[in-house]
């Protein structure tokens, strides 16, 4: 049974970094197409950063390339995401996702391509 649990959300001023980190039962960290995804209130769940199976080509969204980080620690089994140069429209519940099929490049970062999910961590930045 594949299980995810997130930690490491919190509140920052804008300018401010978090790291969030995913730890991984059921699977190994690099046996799946691994994200990280987030959810504000009122818009729907959207992609942040992704990364194949193996560990291999890493997607990201747009609006946190350049300020995010999305890493594998195959020892720890975890999956992290380091996000620095934090923005208030980065405010969301981020979760951990986990699924095992093959998925063409343009669909690393939806959603709905993805079956196992955390509980979410929340991100609050204020200005």
């Known amino acids: 049974q594949v299980r995810l649990v997130e930690s490491g959300g919190g509140s920052v001023q804008a300018g401010g970094s978090l790291r969030l980190s995913c730890t991984i039962s059921?699977?190994?960290?690099?046996?799946?197409?691994m994200g990280w995804f987030r959810q504000a209130p009122g818009k729907e769940r959207e992609g942040v950063a992704t990364?194949?199976?193996?560990?291999?080509?890493?997607y990201y969204a747009d609006s946190v390339k350049g300020r995010f980080t999305i890493s594998q620690d195959n020892a720890k089994n975890t999956l992290d995401l380091q996000m620095n140069s934090l923005k208030p429209e980065d405010t969301a519940m981020y979760y951990c996702?986990?699924?095992?099929?093959?998925?063409?490049?343009?669909?690393?970062?939806?959603?709905?391509?993805?079956?196992?999910w955390g509980q979410g961590t929340q991100v609050t930045v204020s200005s």
């Open positions: 996702a986990a699924d095992f099929e093959f998925k063409v490049p343009a669909r690393m970062l939806f959603p709905t391509d993805y079956k196992y």
């Open positions: 990364i194949r199976r193996g560990g291999g080509s890493i």
């Open positions: 059921g699977v190994r960290v690099n046996n799946a197409c």
